[in-house]
């Protein structure tokens, strides 16, 4: 609620403000400036909207959430230092919008392929933290999917191949060690020069679950889900039901 009323003083705010101007103004404020995705105020406005229309039409659409911890990243970090740290976290942002644009969910309407997925959006929260989610059109008609599709074959493909996008991002292998004194292995720190990321995800309909009305709560269901693949190691993914 409380990214809500300030979403709503900004825009009082830019009342007055010229168009492009404010335009501008906004992104700023929604932007993360590091990697260009959104940041946590832009996510969870757009994340409160899609919950809006969900809970307004629960039997049309239902919302998968993601969050994504990057492993060792803290390692990394003071290894190689924070310049090559950002460097890292923009690259992984950089996957992550690309992952975003290109992932869909194609169903057939009589003859015609269409896309299955109504939204899809991607932030970073701060540090190696992130999140992404997606709105799906549920329903028995032509070009919808079924909960149980959902759930049980295209949001953890969502997450899995998510998961294969980052440990496919291209890293470095030669960066400069900044702090020898750190006994951190480039191994320890990122899995041979390879990234790897841990992820959380949870599926929402309200007509399958106790309603919920803030995106904070609905984004800490994905919280959990992301503290118990942790539990199984790094690279890991699980759902909360």
Same mark, same amino acid.
């Given at each position: 609620m409380q990214n809500h009323h300030t979403i709503e003083k900004l825009e009082t705010l830019l009342v007055g403000i010229p168009a492009e101007q404010a335009a501008h103004i906004r992104a700023l404020f929604l932007t993360d400036q590091l990697t260009q995705l959104a940041n946590k105020q832009g996510f969870l406005h757009a994340l409160g909207e899609s919950l809006d229309l969900t809970n307004m039409f629960p039997s049309l659409l239902g919302i998968g959430v993601v969050m994504l911890d $990057?492993?060792? %990243? $803290? *390692?990394?970090n003071k290894l190689y230092g924070e310049v090559q740290g950002d460097t890292l976290i923009e690259t992984v942002g950089r996957t992550i919008h690309d992952f975003q644009r290109? +992932?869909?969910?194609? +169903?057939? %309407?009589? &003859? &015609? &392929?269409?896309?299955?997925l109504s939204k899809k959006f991607g932030g970073r929260f701060g540090g190696d933290? %992130? /999140? +992404?989610?997606?709105l799906f059109p549920? $329903?028995?008609?032509?070009?919808?999917?079924?909960f149980a599709q959902i759930e049980h074959g295209i949001f953890p493909s969502i997450l899995h191949?998510?998961? $294969? *996008?980052?440990s496919r991002t291209p890293i470095s292998r030669t960066p400069t060690?900044?702090? /020898? &004194?750190?006994?951190?292995?480039?191994?320890?720190?990122?899995g041979y020069n390879r990234i790897t990321a841990t992820i959380g995800g949870h599926l929402y309909v309200s007509g399958n679950h106790e309603i919920i009305h803030e995106p904070l709560d609905l984004l800490g269901k994905a919280n959990e889900a992301l503290r118990l693949a942790k539990s199984n190691g790094r690279g890991s993914t699980h759902i909360l039901p």
């Open positions: $990057g492993d060792s %990243f $803290g *390692a990394y290109d +992932t869909d969910v194609v +169903t057939h %309407f009589g &003859e &015609e &392929e269409r896309s299955a933290e %992130f /999140a +992404t989610f997606y549920l $329903g028995n008609g032509q070009g919808r999917l079924s191949r998510l998961s $294969g *996008a980052i060690i900044v702090n /020898a &004194e750190e006994h951190y292995r480039p191994d320890m720190c990122m």
